[in-house]
């Protein structure tokens, strides 16, 4: 059966928890976590490209030359698309961009995106600590022995208030609850630093 080591504030193992069976898997299925991502990525996108057509554009009230004897192209307005200052054919146009996928690759998907951090070892585990912080230097200490690399999010359930306001102004260190991290929150950040509660709350998440 695949463990998950545990650790305390200074780094050292304490203990560890048993995955469930065939949970996780050898090989990451990485055809979900692919068709997560692009949805979360569209979702995230602002759709506010816009482009105006003839119809919006000023001008073009007066015929610019007369119809026959130039011999050049008919033309009935400067806004014509051919004209500089003219409307733009076929440009974008605000919208929205957000799609669903089905609920069972979204939980597919935050599996498997735990699974290759697993893999990775970049996932660490640590004990709920309830003691109050008021200061950043403290918090970041933790961080330091843990030895974290690169992007971080922390959940941490289970832990005291207190560490939402010391771990503000760490650079490249964020923190979310378990109800509300996905699979790109996971695969877009390096180390995966969860709590004991949090990461029974993920394994329910993942198994309902």
């Given at each position: 059966?695949?463990?998950?080591?545990?650790?305390?504030?200074?780094?050292?193992q304490?203990?560890?928890?048993?995955?469930?069976?065939g949970?996780?898997?050898?090989?990451?299925?990485?055809?979900?976590?692919?068709?997560?991502?692009?949805?979360?990525?569209?979702?995230?996108?602002?759709?506010?490209a816009?482009?105006?057509?003839?119809a919006f554009?000023?001008?073009?009230?007066?015929?610019?030359y007369?119809?026959?004897?130039?011999g050049?192209?008919?033309?009935?307005?400067?806004?014509s698309?051919?004209?500089?200052?003219?409307?733009?054919?076929?440009?974008?146009?605000?919208?929205?961009?957000?799609?669903?996928?089905?609920?069972?690759?979204?939980?597919a998907?935050l599996?498997?995106?735990?699974?290759?951090k697993?893999?990775?070892?970049?996932?660490?585990?640590i004990?709920?600590?309830?003691?109050?912080?008021?200061?950043?230097?403290?918090?970041?200490k933790?961080?330091?022995?843990?030895?974290?690399?690169?992007?971080?999010?922390?959940?941490l359930?289970?832990c005291?208030?207190?560490?939402?306001?010391?771990?503000?102004?760490?650079?490249r260190?964020?923190?979310?609850?378990?109800?509300?991290?996905?699979?790109?929150?996971?695969?877009?950040?390096?180390?995966?630093l969860?709590?004991?509660t949090?990461?029974?709350?993920?394994?329910?998440?993942?198994?309902?």
């Open positions: 059966m695949e463990t998950l080591t545990v650790l305390n504030k200074q780094g050292k304490t203990g560890k928890i048993e995955l469930p069976d949970l996780f898997l050898k090989h990451v299925n990485t055809q979900v976590l692919h068709q997560a991502v692009v949805m979360y990525r569209a979702a995230s996108r602002q759709g506010t816009s482009t105006k057509e003839r554009v000023s001008g073009g009230g007066v015929k610019p007369r119809q026959k004897g130039t050049r192209a008919r033309v009935g307005s400067t806004r698309p051919l004209f500089q200052g003219g409307g733009v054919t076929f440009g974008p146009h605000p919208r929205d961009y957000r799609y669903t996928v089905p609920k069972k690759i979204k939980r998907a599996r498997e995106s735990l699974n290759a697993l893999k990775a070892d970049e996932l660490f585990c004990e709920e600590f309830k003691d109050k912080f008021s200061k950043t230097k403290e918090f970041a933790i961080l330091t022995s843990l030895k974290l690399k690169g992007k971080i999010l922390a959940v359930d289970g005291d208030e207190s560490v939402l306001l010391a771990s503000r102004n760490i650079p260190f964020e923190i979310k609850r378990s109800e509300d991290i996905n699979a790109y929150d996971i695969l877009s950040n390096k180390s995966i969860l709590t004991k949090a990461f029974q709350k993920l394994i329910k998440r993942i198994q309902s």
